[in-house]
């Protein structure tokens, strides 16, 4: 991986749509209006929803979407020989100029079937922009998604660290981890790269190499450290080991057992981060070592006048750790007179899933914050988000693909999707009409088809209505103001919180609905008889 | 994603990395020597090996190594303010030129413990590089190895073809599938920017939207084609008309009911590409049309001296489809006297999982090439290897992570890897042994322990021996001339060759042995006793 090594993404797509773009040329079409969808069939994870995320990284591939001379130069490498010279000169003149972007603004709550970006243009075009775009929005939908899930699952209060980055797809599978778990609710990530790219903010403590690095009580250097309010150094080192002598007798731990590498570690890092420090206990025994180590150097920082920051476990049963681990911070806090011990954070992490996440809360735990890493990232449920994207309209003709399975059908023509809201101000039904429709409004019945069900028309009432989709891109550029990553978290928390719970259940949610208008039913139900 | 958005891949990690480093040179120990290894704890999804892959990535990442103003100034801004600004100046300073990098060859069969990398140099740098290494080489080993795989299931003749782009953890997740895959024993990609970067072959054929953009015949345009040996252009529509009508009577379909959008495609398509038409025939109906459509353009073109280059299916039941369109094609070629036809290449897709795989393979089928996407580049059975990277020397003194979870233990020291071959030539153990030991020989006894079994040494005498690491890296240059990665993927496929298939085996394989010398088992339970 050498930085930069990417000319620009135009190429970072499958060779068909370049077969196919040449198909389109030979035959006159390349500047047929098309309209592109796409959209998920079903939502992941066996959930009801899923956030949509990546817009912003598509509409920077289009500002830059253009094909260099060395891109052409091997495209006539692994296209026919046959392939006319005129149609790779044509490809040089080839950018979005000319294509049109709306999306649900990113971080929002979607479902399946409804389109995520609609993408309008010359067909030649439009065609050229599918798999990148598909690789820019289903990772970053999927992790948002997935995301969200857990913080669903931890609640409000409990801090998330997301710490996949060793794990993901390689760098940008990690970046895009990074950036996109934290649109979908989580707090900090370890990945300073993406702290510095996009802002989010980082955190970390140490590994267990630090621990295992130190041997000895020699090592600790420097020893001496300032009291908070003080100007004398002391040495820090016979403080600590006072505390632990004291520690031991109170928990009633054999003195002699406890590690002096980690003790050395511990030391020698509270010297480092005095107003930082945060234990790794697990590196040995916790409650043989790992814990008294901690609560010595932790109550020698006291003396001096610091806090510490907290407890890191990243092993074992966790719900357990955590309240024993508690149990010996009252402890001391009681013994010690130290109040704010009894409250040291206590974080957690190894190999955390929806699953044991879910067992964790249950358990009523004692834990303050929570890594997450490899079931965050690679989102093990179900690893890709599957979106597709589909030719709905060509020149001014719906289309559909209508093939054996079912569920591989499309819906035709250009759409305008409403977002539909019942009097206790919660999403219901979203709707699909076509363009040329009358528009729905609020307080206005209107007739509806839902999707996947074969029953009559039905007539609902939204007490208000959104228009899901903005026009993002147009005429080569950006035309909507951005929102920051920040914004764009808040959007996704706002938009999930006018879903009932029932759709967001992580489990056997209530399908959420999806329509779509009599008028779009009929065409549907013509296309597909005249299709067959 | 912008391209060249990186800097480098110096702040590519985890944030406490540098908190660490903060702490190691506090202590002024930031030069100490360590030794750290790269190694995964079980192999992948319950399979008896894995293929390393990721070296070259991390010899160009180590190259370029270097924290630049940016990445310093941001690091300021994230570290505790305490933190002294000499620190930062020494940052500035770090680069790999004192690290020396040992690997197995890239490609190469490798067995949980055994170490992927063994990375030696100053305490603080090594520590750095750990988050970095590990992404590269995580997704890497495990998309190869989860490529070997399916290309064992698929036997050695089947055409393997990567589709995973649009599924992948965006843009890097893609290419280094795309890479990886290749090394596994795919044989070619639909990512031409993979095509681009690192000369995989790239293939393609069309799209569902490009069958569906075509509604009538009165699109075709151009309508011509010269025959292969003539140069006065004939009107091929007409004559794929004909053929038509000639298809539908033999395979008794109606005429009446082939959709004329998907001829209209088909003939565009074979006239855009004369040489090369491959027909998605699933758009509609497959047998009702799609294949009637088909076969009338491949006997238009046959009529004209062209052979098609293959049939492609994207849905349903792929191992029946494939027999009935064989059966067709059979038909057609008897009928029609064009031998040929018979051995029309298949070509399928669909979601294809290593398990649908496998019942594909069962039923004898008649497919020729198969296109795999999400299962390939995702790794559902198992979405991340799990490497590790731990410390096994500081300071001349062997480490050892001894925690209450046996599995997290580490081997301490550093190491040699001798790979043991028997009688047969093929590999039966990998035998780790302290440097200073003197070397294992073929056709010498030596005295082992199996990892993971409680039992006596027990001796072993290999026919041939095999040292499986070389120094990749030192003084902050690459020092072995880098196989191609042709010959990164003829060496996976030999090394995997000197693998008994009884390791190999996709569910329950034989475990291979993984072994220590009598010495190094003696260190490690003295190590254990003194920790404990």
């Known amino acids: 991986m050498e930085p930069g090594r990417r000319g620009s993404l135009a190429l970072l797509t499958d060779l068909y749509q370049f077969s196919m773009a040449y198909g389109y040329w030979r035959a006159g079409r390349q500047r047929e ?98 798999t990148t775009l598909l690789c820019l929005v289903n990772y970053a939908s999927l992790v948002a998604t997935n995301a969200a899930r857990f913080r669903m ?4 209060d409990k801090k998330l660290l997301e710490l996949g980055l060793r794990r993901a797809q390689g760098p940008d599978g990690g970046l895009s981890a990074s950036k996109y778990s934290y649109i979908g609710g989580f707090d900090w990530t370890s990945n300073v790269l993406a702290g510095k790219l996009y802002g989010v903010p980082v955190r970390g403590t140490m590994a267990h190499s630090y ?18 309010d003080g100007d004398e150094p002391v040495d820090f080192l016979p403080l600590a080991e006072l505390w632990l002598q004291r520690v031991c007798q109170t928990l009633r731990v ?8 980690e003790l050395a570690a511990f030391v020698s890092y509270a010297i480092a981060f005095p107003h930082n420090f945060q234990g790794l206990v697990d590196t040995y025994s916790i409650m043989g070592t790992g814990i008294p180590n901690f609560c010595a150097v932790a109550l020698a920082l006291n003396q001096l006048g610091y806090r510490v920051a907290g407890i890191r476990v990243d092993s074992g049963d966790l719900g357990k750790q955590a309240r024993e681990i508690r149990q010996v911070l009252r402890t001391c806090s009681a013994n010690f007179q130290v109040p704010w011990f009894a409250t040291i954070p206590i974080a957690v992490s190894n190999d955390i899933s929806e699953r044991s996440l879910e067992e964790l809360m249950q358990e ?64 219901f039904m979203d709707l699909m009409a076509l363009e040329e429709e009358p528009p729905a409004r609020a307080g206005q019945e209107v007739a ?69 208008t009599e008028k779009l039913h009929f065409l549907l139900s013509d296309l597909r008889r005249s299709s067959r």
Chains 1, 2 share one sequence.
């Open 33 to 130: 209006p098309a309209e592109f969808e796409l959209f998920f069939r079903r939502c992941p994870c066996q959930g009801g929803f899923a956030l949509s995320a990546g817009l912003g990284e598509c509409l920077a591939f289009l500002r830059g979407f253009r094909l260099r001379e060395p891109e052409i130069e091997y495209l006539q490498s692994v296209l026919p020989s046959t392939t006319e010279k005129a149609f790779f000169d044509y490809l040089r003149t080839v950018d979005a100029s000319e294509v049109t972007v709306s999306s649900a603004p990113e971080g929002s709550v979607v479902f399946a079937t409804v389109p995520l970006l609609q993408v309008k243009g010359p067909l030649l075009v439009v065609q050229l922009l599918e």
């Open 153 to 156: 699952l931890a609640g409000p």
């Open 211 to 228: 621990v295992m690095s130190f041997t000895s009580l020699m090592e600790v250097q420097p020893r001496t450290l300032k009291p908070l």
């Open 254 to 261: 054999p003195h002699d057992r406890v590690n002096h590498g």
């Open 364 to 427: 009523g735990n004692e834990i303050d914050m929570i890594g997450i890493g490899t079931n965050l990232v690679t989102c093990p449920l179900q690893p890709s988000l599957g979106c597709v994207y589909k030719l709905v309209k060509v020149n001014g003709c719906p289309k559909l693909k209508l093939t054996e399975d079912e569920e591989k059908m499309t819906i035709p023509g250009s759409k305008v999707v409403y977002r539909l809201y019942d009097a206790t101000g919660l999403a």
């Open 448 to 516: 509806v088809r839902l999707l996947g069900r074969s029953e009559e028309a039905r007539r609902v009432t939204p007490m208000a209505v959104e228009i899901l989709h903005r026009t993002y891109f147009k005429d080569g550029q950006v035309c909507q103001a951005l929102p920051s990553l920040l914004e764009v978290k808040s959007h996704a928390q706002a938009s999930l919180s006018l879903l009932s719970p029932a759709h967001k259940r992580l489990q056997d949610p209530e399908p959420y609905q999806v329509a779509v």
